[in-house]
């Protein structure tokens, strides 16, 4: 939450599964073999990519009625050059320029994926490796990531804020974070708009294209002019390159499988097919409702401020399971943000006198089980104060760059190794790394993009672990980033959830967090950001964080938590009721602008409970600009649940729904469905404790005449039953066919 509220403010793995991690959203015929490794990877030979062609100095990729049409410059001695001619030669394309050759490596790793290499003895003196001219036909809308500029006076007080503002950028210019556009075609861009991936739709089905960020490049999407647009391979520095992977484009009739697919076959381009969401777990810290200290506090936290606000939410019996103390706490030089300059690693005695460690110690006698503390990627917004203690202790470590004091990316490890010590000695348990976009503007002409992040990413993650911390990265979504988080497995989802509350920023924090799931959940679980409880609507975004499944986290000021929106987030003990994938728009809106257009913003996941099936889970909000009503439905396909027999039940309202549920939102309304396999006379709904109603039932064995339900924990379960029920282990109250049982503890047993 503190990045941009002032900015204007590994080796391969296999699929493992875990708890709150199940099977992708999609059948794969991938998925019933064993999944290629990539390493040494040699692709599939050129004859055998269905649908490629080339001409004299362009390559056709076709499929599913899109055309995309490429031509390749390439940096061989200098500026880029135009090749003279391009020829397929058994599995390669051989281009000739005037000033030497390359070759292209065209390959299908997955069904539906076309991958695209360059391999040259090249040379660029501007950074720009390639510029891949492209143009995309055969589409009706589109789907855009932008990261070149924050909206114009985003954190100001205009309502309501007209989105998406576009406007012409410098060539270099981008920004933290990912916006999303949804729009007709591709005229009219700006020319130097810079986009990290787009989705096309038609009548047939979706294509993904994705550039690659490899080789101490940045990949990206750029220079739009009359309708077409170029993948640009940028470095940010000259130099000799010699393999780099350009793009890789995916169609199919799944929006969800043409994404996934693309980001696979990407990272297994680049060996780091483990670093994908899939192969990893999501860090115990994040499993639990956490508070942290930015809106609450803004950058004063003080130990008793912290303090105070925790010992407030615990009267109100919420427990909390994490504790992030944010910016703020530094022992700095003073200076206009982002001037400030860390001069030790102690925190400001004024505000914590004793430290940390007795503070993280008396935030655990508490019951919290784990603290963090924010930093930058930097170390602090300006880095490290010159002379000061912190200088002297990591002389050797540091570079100067534009007269700051930054982690010089080849020595990270040792850095991060001795801070991280420190914080662990004190009794930290996760870090959170902001500004990690300050890359790209702190080493451009002194070290390649690309291998700065990944430097400073393999530094910092590793000191992590060695250190048993883990990692919420933040202010990162840059593909020089996203493609470096090898083993951290979140990340912050979209721009700072903004106080003092403004409604048109509570529905743009939903909109931008909905849509950037998509790719974000590729690699890690969104961190749709905290939130305040007492936001005049916090119940839109309370039920979008039980949803999301990334970490659930508030920042309320101190006796002011709304304990009825904050207790259904989280078990009695604090941990988290998360569902099997994080949440992501429905394939009906996905190409809709629900902020611009009458439609309800509507974003799924799934619940999956032994001895019962799988549930589907759909939220709807009513995030219209202008505060008109909107209608729409939920059906089991929302969910991509198979066909079947299914009940809808309403969380807030009670209704129960067979196959279909119609509803209409009021301006900033919240709906919440489960939908639940029916397959006997009695159905479990789950328990009403908690947003995520199935995540309360353990498991279920069912018989013709019994059921026997395992609680997560006792609370108010609600079934459907058929007929008159006998009840053991609590009191049922029938209304209508709905029974709702008081559980005095964790088994059920329910009789006909």
């Given at each position: 939450g503190s990045g941009a509220g002032r900015v204007e403010k590994q080796a391969a793995g296999v699929h493992h599964h875990y708890p709150g991690q199940l099977d992708p959203l999609y059948?794969?015929?991938?998925?019933?073999?064993?999944?290629?490794?990539?390493?040494?990877?040699?692709?599939?030979?050129?004859?055998?990519?269905?649908?490629?062609t080339v001409r004299a100095t362009d390559l056709v990729v076709e499929g599913l009625g899109f055309r995309l049409t490429l031509r390749p410059r390439l940096a061989l001695s200098g500026p880029l050059a135009e090749p003279t001619s391009m020829e397929a030669v058994g599995g390669e394309i051989r281009l000739r320029f005037a000033e030497g050759s390359a070759v292209l490596h065209v390959s299908e790793p997955l069904e539906g994926v076309t991958a695209i290499v360059a391999e040259a003895d090249g040379y660029s003196s501007d950074g720009v490796v390639a510029e891949v001219r492209g143009r995309l036909e055969g589409f009706g809308r589109l789907l855009l990531y932008h990261f070149t500029y924050d909206p114009d006076k985003y954190f100001g007080d205009a309502e309501p804020y007209a989105y998406p503002q576009l406007?012409?950028?410098?060539?270099?210019?981008?920004?933290?974070?990912?916006?999303?556009?949804?729009?007709?075609?591709?005229?009219?861009?700006?020319?130097?708009?810079?986009?990290?991936?787009?989705?096309?739709?038609?009548?047939?089905?979706?294509?993904?294209?994705?550039?690659?960020?490899?080789?101490?490049?940045?990949?990206?999407?750029?220079?739009?002019?009359?309708?077409?647009?170029?993948?640009?391979?940028?470095?940010?520095?000259?130099?000799?390159?010699?393999?780099?992977?350009?793009?890789?484009?995916?169609t199919?009739?799944?929006?969800?499988?043409?994404?996934?697919?693309?980001?696979?076959?990407?990272?297994?381009?680049?060996?780091?097919?483990?670093?994908?969401?899939?192969?990893k777990k999501l860090a115990e810290p994040f499993r639990y409702l956490g508070w942290c200290s930015w809106n609450a506090c803004w950058r004063e936290p003080t130990a008793d401020r912290i303090l105070s606000a925790c010992r407030s939410i615990a009267e109100k019996g919420i427990r909390l399971g994490f504790v992030l103390i944010?910016?703020?706490?530094?022992?700095?030089?003073?200076?206009?943000?982002?001037?400030?300059?860390?001069?030790?690693?102690?925190?400001d005695a004024?505000?914590?006198?004793?430290?940390?460690?007795?503070?993280?110690?008396?935030?655990?006698?508490?019951?919290?089980?784990?603290?963090?503390?924010?930093?930058?990627?930097?170390?602090?917004?300006?880095?490290?104060?010159?002379?000061?203690?912190l200088d002297e202790r990591w002389r050797g470590l540091l570079v100067e760059a534009d007269g700051y004091r930054i982690p010089d990316p080849a020595r990270a490890f040792e850095l991060f190794r001795d801070w991280y010590?420190?914080?662990?000695?004190?009794?930290?348990?996760?870090?959170?790394?902001?500004?990690?976009?300050?890359?790209?503007?702190?080493?451009?002409?002194?070290?390649?993009?690309?291998?700065?992040?990944?430097?400073?990413?393999?530094?910092?993650?590793?000191?992590?672990?060695?250190?048993?911390?883990?990692?919420?990265?933040?202010?990162?979504?840059?593909?020089?980033?996203?493609?470096?988080?090898?083993?951290?497995?979140?990340?912050?989802n979209c721009v700072d959830y903004i106080v003092p509350h403004r409604k048109s920023r509570d529905k743009l924090h939903l909109y931008f967090n909905a849509y950037n799931a998509l790719f974000m959940s590729q690699v890690v679980w969104p961190d749709w950001d905290m939130f305040q409880s007492h936001d005049p609507w916090a119940?839109?975004?309370?039920?979008?964080?039980?949803?999301?499944?990334?970490?659930?986290?508030?920042?309320?000021?101190?006796?002011?938590?709304?304990?009825?929106?904050?207790?259904?987030?989280?078990?009695?003990?604090?941990?988290?009721?998360?569902?099997?994938?994080?949440?992501?728009?429905?394939?009906d809106v996905l190409m809709r602008d629900p902020y611009n257009e009458p439609v309800p913003l509507k974003v799924f996941t799934r619940v999956s409970v032994e001895g019962v099936g799988t549930y589907g889970i759909v939220a709807a909000f009513n995030i219209h600009k202008d505060d008109a009503k909107v209608r729409g439905s939920v059906s089991p396909s929302d969910a991509l649940l198979p066909e079947g027999d299914y009940l809808l039940y309403e969380y807030f309202s009670g209704e129960l729904k067979s196959q279909r549920a119609e509803f209409e939102l009021e301006p900033m309304g919240v709906?919440?469905?489960?939908?639940?396999?029916?397959?006997?006379?009695?159905?479990?709904?789950?328990?009403?404790?908690?947003?995520?109603?199935?995540?309360?039932?353990?498991?279920?064995?069912?018989?013709?005449?019994?059921?026997?339900?395992?609680?997560?924990?006792?609370?108010?379960?609600?079934?459907?039953?058929?007929?008159?029920v006998k009840v053991e282990g609590g009191e049922g109250a029938r209304e209508g066919q709905l029974l709702k049982i008081k559980c005095r503890g964790r088994v059920v047993r329910l009789r006909r």
């Open positions: 059948p794969s015929p991938l998925r019933q073999k064993p999944r290629a490794r990539y390493i040494n990877y040699i692709p599939r030979p050129f004859g055998l990519v269905a649908g490629l406007r012409e950028a410098g060539e270099l210019e981008y920004c933290p974070w990912s916006y999303p556009i949804h729009a007709a075609g591709l005229e009219g861009l700006p020319r130097n708009l810079k986009v990290s991936q787009l989705l096309a739709k038609n009548e047939r089905g979706y294509a993904f294209l994705l550039p690659v960020s490899d080789a101490g490049c940045r990949g990206y999407i750029s220079r739009f002019e009359g309708g077409g647009f170029s993948v640009m391979l940028h470095r940010g520095v000259g130099g000799r390159w010699r393999r780099v992977s350009l793009l890789v484009f995916s199919s009739t799944s929006p969800y499988a043409a994404v996934e697919r693309g980001y696979e076959a990407a990272f297994g381009l680049i060996g780091k097919a483990g670093s994908l969401r899939r192969s944010d910016d703020g706490w530094q022992d700095e030089e003073a200076a206009p943000w982002p001037g400030q300059r860390i001069r030790r690693l102690a925190p004024r505000k914590f006198p004793a430290g940390f460690a007795p503070l993280v110690g008396e935030l655990k006698r508490m019951g919290i089980k784990y603290v963090g503390l924010w930093h930058t990627l930097n170390v602090h917004w300006g880095g490290v104060a010159k002379g000061s203690e010590a420190t914080l662990r000695g004190w009794g930290f348990d996760f870090v959170k790394v902001d500004n990690q976009s300050f890359v790209g503007y702190a080493y451009a002409g002194r070290l390649p993009v690309e291998e700065a992040a990944r430097r400073l990413h393999e530094g910092l993650e590793a000191a992590a672990h060695v250190n048993s911390l883990e990692v919420l990265n933040c202010m990162a979504q840059q593909p020089e980033n996203v493609f470096n988080w090898l083993r951290s497995t979140v990340a912050r119940l839109q975004q309370a039920v979008a964080r039980a949803v999301s499944g990334g970490p659930v986290y508030i920042t309320d000021e101190p006796g002011k938590t709304v304990a009825e929106v904050v207790r259904p987030l989280a078990f009695s003990d604090g941990s988290l009721p998360l569902p099997d994938h994080p949440a992501l728009p429905t394939e709906k919440l469905f489960v939908i639940a396999p029916r397959s006997s006379w009695l159905v479990p709904i789950g328990l009403a404790d908690i947003y995520l109603m199935p995540r309360g039932i353990d498991a279920a064995a069912a018989f013709e005449d019994e059921v026997v339900l395992m609680l997560r924990e006792a609370g108010t379960l609600v079934v459907r039953a058929e007929g008159d």
